[in-house]
């Protein structure tokens, strides 16, 4: 003889449940709307540079000196080998120049100040910023030094209104990143090479912030519609209300912990709420295959039948799924952090919102057996009978 499944009230504790699940969501929307994202380099714009070590590259030292450059949220992580490393920072190099020539300029003395970085005119075809300052004339420009051609490329110097300019070969985007290579070499005693710099506009965040959220919306309704085809209307509500919970949660404690939010993380709730309504939809299933043969059980407690004989294949999911999130946090390095941050919260509640909130929330809606019942055949389905 097999043995009896031992039911698990799960809907039992659905009130205090319902509670927590309020309240938790209330102080996540809190976190969200007052403590705010920290948003990565993806949203916000930057830059990230791609340098080659001559010897295996010391990232403790290029993070130190990263950090006296006072640069916006910087990460350095090695990527193909060890000698290779990617620097990527929130901060744009042209401003990170010209903050680094003003305070050169100014430790020249005598009031010198950088007034302006303009555009070359059409006479200063090929170069590519054109520095306005003031209180420093050509020839004390020349005596300073200042303007080498190993940093600056060939330079061009003029006076117009009282200021002098000076047309630069070389972008101050070039002329800071060489900068903090030179800093790093210092640092480290290796050889730097620069393979790539690549820079992000704030505007081209926006549009990628813009059009995350869009594919979210657009997730949660194709969500909606597919499981009210699947299933009924009552089950896309509990669905939907479960999905947004487990979405608000993994949000909030990003801004509450201040994690870096980038389009990593972006893609892995994403991805959480393809995952997580795969287990609703697992334990919506056998709801509706019990109310179809139970039919004289109480609705609640076919809720609970269903949960206890899906339980098993639930909790070995979420737990190999964390498990392999919690491996990738570990070795897969800062990139990769934000992913498996937001996999693993997902993951966790994920299945507990399958459970109290999705299943919960259809049966406060009052799903009964009338909802889910076949419809009956039409008795001249198949044709009419001509027997006479």
């Not at 590519?128 to 420093?136: F, Q, S």
């Not at 505007?203 to 909606?224: H, K, N, P, T």
């Not at 608000?248 to 389009?263: E, M, P, S």
């Amino acid at each position: 003889m097999t043995q009896e499944l031992k039911v698990i009230n799960f809907m039992g504790i659905r009130k205090y449940t319902s509670g927590f699940s309020i309240i938790l969501t209330i102080l996540a929307v809190a976190s969200i709307v007052f403590q705010g994202f920290k948003l990565g380099l993806d949203f916000t714009g930057g830059t990230q540079l791609e340098v080659q070590f001559d010897r295996p590259a010391d990232l403790a030292k290029i993070r130190e000196v990263l950090e006296e450059k006072q640069l916006h949220s910087p990460v350095a992580v090695t990527f193909g080998s060890d000698a290779d490393v990617m620097i990527r920072t929130q901060d744009q190099m042209s401003i990170k120049g010209r903050e680094y020539i003003a305070a050169e300029i100014a430790r020249l003395g005598n009031g010198a100040s950088l007034q302006d970085v303009i555009r070359p005119t059409r006479e200063q075809e090929g170069f590519v910023d054109v520095l306005v300052i003031n209180n420093l004339t050509p020839d004390q420009v020349a005596q300073s030094g200042l303007f080498d051609t190993t940093r600056f490329g060939k330079t061009i110097v003029a006076t117009k209104d009282n200021t002098t300019q000076i047309a630069i070969e070389k972008g101050l985007d070039l002329v800071y990143s060489q900068h903090l290579l030179k800093e790093l070499e210092v640092a480290t005693g290796a050889s730097i090479k620069l393979r790539s710099s690549d820079s992000v506009g704030p505007q081209i965040g926006d549009e990628l912030r813009d059009s995350g959220g869009l594919g979210m919306l657009c997730a949660f309704a194709l969500v909606f519609l597919y499981v009210a085809v699947q299933f009924q209307w009552k089950f896309s509500v509990g669905a939907l209300v479960g999905l947004i919970h487990v979405t608000i949660v993994t949000l909030a404690c990003f801004t509450f912990f201040q994690w870096d939010f980038d389009l990593n993380v972006l893609a892995a709730i994403i991805a959480l709420i393809g995952y997580s309504i795969n287990d609703t939809i697992v334990i919506f299933d056998r709801i509706r295959e019990n109310f179809r043969k139970l039919r004289a059980v109480d609705p609640i407690e076919i809720v609970n039948i269903s949960m206890t004989q899906t339980l098993g294949r639930s909790i070995m999911t979420h737990v190999t799924v964390f498990l392999v999130m919690a491996v990738l946090y570990v070795f897969g390095g800062e990139l990769l952090a934000g992913f498996s941050k937001a996999m693993m919260i997902g993951v966790v509640f994920g299945c507990y919102s399958s459970i109290y909130i999705a299943a919960n929330a259809t049966v406060a809606m009052g799903i009964s057996k009338e909802d889910l019942m076949p419809r009956p055949k039409d008795e001249t389905e198949g044709g009419a009978d001509l027997t006479p």
